[in-house]
């Protein structure tokens, strides 16, 4: 991570900042985890609110975030940015259709995916969308009090180890946890001319990072990684990574017991401001369902009851063009379909654009190194 030459006056506003920080209602960061702002384009642009928690206020509307953009530095990769914004790699790759990942050039334009519309699932315990590569955990709420949700980015199994669709539970957690590495697992290394030790200890060599959530499914664990750049992509042996801060900050939350409910919904609906949003993701390569001779049908089945009743309350209907024009370009964006003349340049015209840095409440300090090495 690269470090700026800070003038007096920024030193100011950083301190200002971290004013804001303490002041404001997303948790807090460690004392030693200072905001680090890496060399930035639009200097007048403002800094990035954090991207992992949100208060659900409104309980008609099943969108949390805002979109955003920011100005790629001479020096950025997909990779960069996607752990400096707690962002997928690919979930940037399909909001950015034709930038160069690894060259997406100075000044360039990026969307941030960092809107989301909430999985057609209970909004209880930790919920994981495959198809968005994407983790939600809803604490129970206390009377009175709106309902929060956390989300970050994950890597999900590969083609040929896919990670379970179902519903388990977290049974145990485990600090530095050891490795045990299946005998498939070793086998897939021994082909690629690669002993792989029967049990690797905690440290910098061992895939799972720094904590472990281990499930109900035996094999299958939620856990950090020593390859952050592994994180929004399909990376693993069917388990499910989180960035390491992530997973640490994941891991003061839950408790052994909580439930987790992992789907597949490469097409997601939901409510805000009273209209209807759709929310389109590339279908996994080994997704059983037929989703280009069936698609309509399938689409149907993945709009939750609840919209259902709500658009025959209303007296409305889905516009299915609109559908089908989003499903075919897939952007993982929140895009309306109760307008007809809603496209997705519109919704990144009028995105906000945010300084290239670390956001404000970040769950990165931005002081490891690269998101390539270890942490």
Sequence with gaps: MRTPCLTVGRLAMLGALSLLVACGSAPQRQANA????????????????????????????????????????????????????????????????????????????????????????????IVINLAAMRLYYFPRAERGEPQVVYTFPIGIGRVGW????????VTRM???????????????????????????????????????????????????????????????????RLFPEDIEFLYELVRPGVKVT????????????????????????DDPRDWKKAQQKLLSRGVAAKIQRDLKSRGASIDWQAVSRFSHAPRGLPVTISRADATYEGLIAAATRVRNAVPIGATWDGMTGPPDQEP
């Design 34 to 125: 200072p905001v680090v702002v890496p060399p930035i384009a639009g200097i007048d642009e403002p800094y990035s609110l954090s991207t992992h928690r949100f208060e659900i206020a409104d309980a008609t509307s099943d969108m949390i975030g805002e979109l955003r953009v920011t100005r790629a530095s001479n020096e950025d990769t997909f990779t960069d940015l996607a752990r400096r914004f707690n962002v997928g790699y690919e979930e940037l790759v399909r909001a950015n259709p034709g930038v160069d990942p690894w060259l997406p050039r100075e000044g360039r334009e990026i969307v941030l995916p960092t809107q989301h519309l909430l999985p057609n699932a209970p909004r209880e315990g």
């Design 162 to 169: 896919a990670t379970p669709v179902g519903s388990t539970t």
């Design 174 to 240: 485990t600090r530095n946890p050891t490795w045990r590495p299946g005998p498939g697992v070793r086998a897939e290394h021994a082909k690629d001319g690669e002993t792989l030790p029967a049990v690797v200890p905690p440290g910098p060599d061992n895939p799972l990072g720094t904590r472990a959530l281990y499930l109900g499914w035996p094999s299958y664990l939620i856990h950090g990684t020593n390859k952050p750049a592994g994180v929004g992509l399909r990376s693993s042996h069917g388990c499910i």
């Design 262 to 285: 992992v789907v597949n919904q490469p097409f997601v609906f939901g409510w805000h401001s009273g209209q209807l949003y759709m929310q389109a993701f590339d279908v996994l390569e």
